[in-house]
Nanobody
């Protein structure tokens, strides 16, 4: 069992940056592929980024276009999402997730554990 707690969301303006954190507790954090997803009101939960156990492999959603970076610190059991050049369309609740699969995956169905999310609101 893995418990995930996100933090770092907030209200920012267009062009600002935010760093989201996801602290994990429970079984060995480094065993898991970690991902970030987001969900805006009335929309499906979309893939944002994923990272493998040692940070050597990452995948990003098409909309990211170099603005976001996912990284992890296994010693701190934490995965991060650095978000730069934020836009109003980035407004959503951001969720951290853990997958027991070996390879990174963009499929939300492949993630076994989810946090409660942190709200990011970008004003124009």
């Amino acid at each position: 069992q893995v418990q995930l707690v996100e933090s770092g969301g907030g209200l920012v303006q267009t062009g600002d940056s935010l760093r989201l954190s996801c602290a994990a507790s429970g079984r060995a954090f480094s065993n898991y592929v970690m991902g970030w997803f987001r969900q805006a009101p009335g929309k499906e939960r979309d893939f944002v980024a994923t990272i493998n156990w040692n940070g050597g492999n990452t995948i990003y959603g098409n909309f990211v276009k170099g603005r976001f970076a996912i990284f992890r610190d296994n010693a701190k059991n934490t995965v991060y999402l650095q978000m730069n050049s934020l836009k109003p369309e980035d407004t959503a609740r951001y969720y951290c997730a853990a997958s027991s699969r070996v390879a990174v995956t963009t499929n939300k169905g492949a993630y076994d554990y989810w946090g409660q999310g942190t709200q990011v609101t970008v004003s124009s």
